[in-house]
């Protein structure tokens, strides 16, 4: 499915700080960030430039009338489930995800470059969360770790 995300962020550098750091390899020019769905203050990264991001999903404790959970069913979407709160697609750009195996371990999957993972943005929803899209999975995937995995776009 995806229970974790990490993005990579630029630092907030002057534009001689950028300058000195490109000269030099560019060492502590990026950072990490990992998001996990548990977290219940979990975001996603929607737009590096502005540094816009948006809720994950919504927590059972939360309350509200939008779903609950952080996925969506690639079948529902076309299903018309999603409708009422005016679903909008969206492609998020992490390094990569992860996904607990079935014997709980993390396994991180690397995403190449230009390529992220379908989300749809809730507009009806207060704070617009996203969810990400999943389909289902085949292969050693399904076997060893999860019956559903991320829509890679």
Wanted: hydrophobic residues 40%.
């Amino acid at each position: 499915m995806c229970g974790g995300m990490e993005f990579v962020r630029r630092q907030d550098l002057t534009e001689a700080e950028w300058d000195e750091a490109v000269r030099n390899t560019g060492a502590g020019v990026e950072r990490f960030i990992k998001v996990f769905f548990p977290n219940p203050k979990a975001a996603l990264l929607v737009d590096p430039a502005t540094d816009l991001w948006l809720p994950w999903g919504r927590r059972k404790e939360h309350p509200g009338e939008w779903p609950e959970g952080g996925w969506a069913r690639e079948e529902s979407l076309g299903k018309g489930y999603w409708q009422r709160w005016h679903p909008a697609q969206v492609v998020v750009h992490p390094a990569r995800w992860m996904e607990k195996d079935r014997h709980r371990v993390s396994r991180w999957f690397e995403l190449e470059p230009g390529q992220g993972i379908l989300c749809v943005r809730l507009d009806a929803a207060p704070g617009q969360p996203l969810y990400v899209v999943t389909r289902p999975s085949v292969g050693d995937y399904l076997a060893d770790i999860h019956d559903r995995i991320p829509a890679v776009a």
